[in-house]
C-alpha cells in the first residue's frame, strides 16, 4: 500500500465474524482512518452485531448500523427465516446453498459506498471471497469488479473497493490474521456461526465447518 493510501480514509463493511474482522485489522494498519459498517437484515446469527459493537469499541472504531430488514421480505433463506433449517453440508459451488441472502452484497457495498461518500471516503473494504466462496455469486471477483464500476458511475466517485481476501483459503486468511498479530483475538472475540455461537462455534453449521477446518490446517502448517 503506497504512502498516499496511508493517508486515506476508509469504511469497512463489517459483520464481526472472522473474515470482516481480518478486513478490520487489514484496513485499520494500511488506511488512517477506518469506519466500520454493520448491516440488521434480520439474520438468525444476529449476535454478530454484538460482536461488531463490542469490537468495534474496542478498538475505538467509528461504527454504523444500518438496517436492511427489507432483505428479510424478499429473499426466503435460512439466515434470515426460523422456519428454514440451515443446510449443514458445505456447498459443492455448483448450486447456491438455502443460507443464500440474494443481492445482499450488492445491497450492502452500495450502501456502504452512500455512507462512504457522505464522509468523503473513497476506500471500502470487503471480506468476499471466490476461493471459499460456498456458491454465493456475490463473492465472486468478476461481480466485485462491476460493482465497482456501477457505484463509480451511479454516484460521479472514485471509489476503489479493497478485497484482500478474495484469492485466500481459509486456512491463508487464519494465516493473515497471524501474519497482523491477531489470530487468537479474531478466534475468541468473532462470530462466523450461522447459529450465533460465538468463538469457535456450534462445530456443524457450514460456517463453523470451513472455518474451523481452515484454523486446524493453518495451524498444521504453523507447527
Not at 102 to 131: P, Q, S, W, Y
Not at 207 to 218: I, P, S
Request: aromatic share 8%.
Amino acid at each position: 500500500m503506497s504512502k498516499v493510501l496511508k493517508e486515506e480514509k476508509a469504511i469497512v463493511v463489517f459483520s464481526g465474524g472472522q473474515d470482516s474482522t481480518t478486513c478490520l485489522f487489514w484496513a485499520l494498519e494500511q488506511f488512517q482512518e477506518v469506519v466500520a459498517v454493520t448491516f440488521d437484515y434480520g439474520q438468525r446469527h444476529v449476535k454478530e452485531i454484538e460482536c461488531a459493537k463490542a469490537i468495534t469499541k474496542e478498538l475505538g472504531v467509528e461504527h454504523h448500523i444500518l438496517d436492511m430488514a427489507l432483505l428479510n421480505q424478499l429473499a426466503p433463506n435460512s439466515l434470515t427465516r426460523t422456519d428454514i433449517e440451515v443446510d449443514e453440508e458445505i456447498p459443492d459451488g455448483k448450486t447456491a446453498p438455502n443460507s443464500l441472502v440474494e443481492g445482499r452484497n450488492m445491497l450492502f457495498l452500495t450502501f456502504a459506498a452512500v455512507l462512504a461518500k457522505g464522509k468523503d471516503i473513497r476506500h471500502i473494504v470487503t471480506g468476499v471471497c471466490e476461493t471459499d466462496f460456498s456458491g454465493y455469486p456475490d463473492c465472486r471477483d468478476v461481480f466485485i469488479k462491476s460493482l465497482n464500476v456501477t457505484l463509480n458511475l451511479s454516484m460521479d466517485y472514485s471509489y476503489v473497493i479493497h478485497t484482500p481476501l478474495m484469492w485466500l483459503t481459509k486456512a491463508q486468511t487464519w494465516e493473515l490474521a497471524d501474519k497482523l498479530g491477531k489470530l487468537d483475538y479474531i478466534r475468541e472475540k468473532t462470530l462466523t456461526c450461522y447459529n450465533g455461537v460465538q468463538g469457535d462455534g456450534c462445530g456443524h453449521c457450514p460456517a463453523c465447518t470451513l472455518r474451523n477446518r481452515g484454523l486446524k490446517e493453518y495451524l498444521a502448517i504453523k507447527s
